[in-house]
């Protein structure tokens, strides 16, 4: 089956700086790849997501990247604020699993004002 | 629309007793993810259902956990006998059938297994 590997596990930034998440997936197979954002205590929320067919998508200060090749895509937040401190999820998908997604380890985000 | 509604938030019980969580999906949406939550092993799926029907069960750890989804506005995950590894936050999602589409999670239960 899938497997989705993310780094670094913590990551601390001072405000205004950027931070960028990787993650690697082991499925060639894998064509959808969206990131949810899990604050303290609450509920894991779609922030962004891309499908295989495209390179890079924007929302504002996030952006994501896609390398099918190297299989690996990244999470890029810019000018950080501290409402962005949480916990980062990838996530990756095949066509043969549905709506099945397969998680990576999560990415806690510390943006320090 | 409320979201998708678990009960109860919070559980406090005692090795072997049975826990019983609920699960409410968004009105609407065919697909239906039971999600477990630890510090030590991240997100693991357990269960999906589509359409009331489970699909992939292999996440499920052991015969103590069971899940049905008798319709399509009711999901419960019972474990039983529960033990202290079992304590956790267990989140369950919906989405629409559509191919992979947004998964929204309800707030979770947070159980603590004594």
């Known amino acids: 089956g899938e497997n989705v590997e993310q780094h670094p596990s913590t990551l601390s930034v001072q405000e205004g700086d950027s931070a960028v998440i990787k993650c690697t997936y082991s499925?060639?197979?894998?064509?959808?790849f969206p990131w949810y954002k899990q604050e303290l205590g609450k509920r894991p929320q779609l922030i962004i997501d891309i499908r295989s067919n495209v390179g890079e998508k924007k929302d504002q200060r996030i952006a994501v990247t896609l390398n099918k090749t190297a299989k690996h895509f990244s999470l890029h937040i810019t000018e950080t604020q501290p409402e962005d401190s949480a916990v980062y999820f990838c996530?990756?998908?095949?066509?043969?699993?549905?709506?099945?997604?397969?998680f990576g380890g999560g990415t806690r985000l510390m943006v320090k004002p | 629309d409320a979201g998708v509604i678990q009960s109860p938030r919070h559980e406090v019980t005692e090795m072997g007793q049975e826990v019983t969580l609920r699960c409410k999906p968004i009105?609407?949406?065919?697909?239906l993810f039971w999600y477990r939550q630890t510090m030590m092993r991240g997100l693991e799926l357990l269960i999906y259902?589509?359409?009331?029907?489970?699909?992939?069960d292999s996440g499920m750890p052991e015969d103590r956990f069971s899940a049905k989804m008798p319709n399509a506005s009711f999901s419960t995950l019972k474990i039983q006998p529960s033990e202290p590894r079992d304590s956790a936050v267990y989140f369950c999602a919906s989405s629409t059938r559509d191919f992979q589409e947004t998964q929204y999670f309800g707030p979770g239960t947070r159980l603590l297994v004594l």
């Open positions: 996530a990756a998908s095949t066509n043969n699993a549905g709506n099945m997604l397969t």
């Open positions: 009105s609407g949406h065919n697909s």
């Open positions: 499925d060639s197979a894998s064509n959808y």
């Open positions: 259902f589509n359409n009331n029907v489970p699909i992939d």
